[in-house]
């Protein structure tokens, strides 16, 4: 072990990676999951070229902890961890973290795949629910208090940063839930993960565990409060952010929030509604916004899957206006309708869509936008012919647009423009 290492093992990375010791405590923390969670769900498999390019790109993002895989799943998930923490995991990269069960085997296998990361996180998950202690480990909670500590001691004296994940938390005893997070914190746990697994929370219901994790596990100032929301009841963001106002600092989720089921919580959702509602909530991220369109298009491209149009942030309609009292008002000042800046996310351009809802407003700009410059009367006689066109054809692309310009009056403009010009 290299003497950088035993620096290491003080607490967390050399980076603030969210060990909770010290740091900026108004900054959230973003743990992708992408790569585990998210491409644990069917249809999400990536190859091995397919994960090195989302976990470069998370990088860019500027994403806090990848979660780049499940080593003791198979060779292939051990090789995959090992080189991203290799490639990706450098000097001013992101943590880069393998998930374990709370077993010597998985932890030896997670810790020779995340090891050449120069901050290196070990996940440990242990069911603590009375539902999955009964009938999924058939333990006793006295058994799964001592495989915690067990397991967690054993993760950091391999020299990693440790997280401990409490799985089905939203359902387990609350003071039996202290406990474990307690023992877990005693032997060096930096992270506490309280996961809804099963999506089964509310945001009142999920942000008052946060807060009683806070308030009644010794120690936790020491340590990092984590949100992981499952989206089973369509409330997976909306949990994570209850979390973050209780005091979570680190919040899970996955780009396009792909995941196990309804999928997990989405990066692109959290990182905007607390960028956009800073004031409410009082946090920042570090994620660099101007990479979630790139993002959520490659993860999307490498699982075959589309995002959905009218999806939060990345879908090709979020801001996209073809209502015609919209588009003339987003046209006269943006603030009306929209309360983002597209190009904060990636997007270029004014995201009008025209149809046959769209009014003089729109159709002037999008001619101004292809480079021509009409009359009133011109674009008298181009808007009848668009409103016939879009009454057959849905959405009227830029080819639909030029060929309503070939009609006589306006061609006749044209040429004049273009003798202006010679
Ligand atoms: O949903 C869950 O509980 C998990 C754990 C492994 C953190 O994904
Ligand atoms: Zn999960």
């Known amino acids: 072990m290299s003497a950088g290492r035993e620096m290491r093992d003080a607490g967390c990375g ?7 010791v010290g740091g900026d405590d108004d900054r959230v923390r973003i743990f992708d999951t992408t790569l585990r969670d998210g491409e644990q769900a069917p249809g999400c498999t990536m190859t091995l070229e397919e994960k090195l390019a989302v976990a470069r790109q998370l990088a860019r993002l500027r994403v806090d902890v990848i979660e780049a895989g499940y080593p003791a799943a198979s060779d292939g998930d051990w090789t995959a961890v090992h080189q991203i923490a290799r490639e990706v995991g450098g000097a001013d990269g992101p943590t880069i973290c393998g998930l374990a069960r709370a077993t010597e085997r998985d932890i030896e296998r997670c810790w020779t795949a995340v090891e050449p990361a120069n901050s290196a996180r070990i996940h440990i998950f242990l069911a603590t629910s009375d539902i999955h202690m009964k009938h999924k480990l058939g333990m006793t909670r006295s058994q799964v208090v001592a495989a915690a500590a067990a397991a967690v001691s054993h993760a950091r004296s391999l020299g990693a940063q440790v997280e401990f994940s409490a799985e089905d938390a939203a359902r387990t005893d609350t003071e039996f839930l202290y406990e474990v997070l307690g023992v877990a914190l005693e032997c060096g746990a930096a992270t506490l993960n309280v996961p809804d697994t099963v999506g089964y929370s509310t945001p009142d219901e999920y942000g008052a565990l946060v807060a009683g994790v806070r308030a009644n596990v010794p120690g936790i100032e020491r340590a990092t409060v984590s949100a992981h929301c499952h989206d089973d009841l369509g409330l997976a963001v909306a949990n ?22 309804a999928g997990n919580a989405a990066l692109e959702e959290i990182v905007m509604a607390l960028h956009t509602r800073r004031q409410f909530f009082g946090v920042h991220t570090n994620i660099e916004t101007l990479e979630l369109g790139r993002a959520s298009r490659l993860v999307s491209e490498c699982i075959g899957v589309d995002v959905p149009p009218n999806k939060a942030i990345v879908g090709a309609n979020a801001f996209a206006h073809e ?31 025209l149809g046959k809802h769209s009014g003089r407003h729109a159709l002037r700009a999008k001619t101004r936008a292809l480079g021509y410059e009409l009359s009133e009367e011109e674009l008298a006689l181009v808007f009848a012919r668009f409103k016939e066109l879009a009454d057959r054809k849905k959405n009227l692309d830029e080819r639909d647009i030029h060929a309503l310009m070939t009609e006589r009056s306006v061609e006749d403009r044209f040429s004049a423009i273009e003798l202006e010009s010679s």
């Open 14 to 20: 050399t980076r603030d990676a969210g060990c909770g």
């Open 323 to 353: 209502a015609g009292i919209h588009q003339d008002g987003v046209l006269k000042h943006r603030l009306t309708y929209e309360i983002m800046n597209a190009e904060m996310v990636g997007w270029d351009g004014v995201g009008l869509v």
């Open 240 to 261: 994570t952010l209850a979390a973050v106002r209780a005091g979570a600092r680190q919040a899970e989720c996955t780009i396009n929030g792909i995941g196990e089921r």
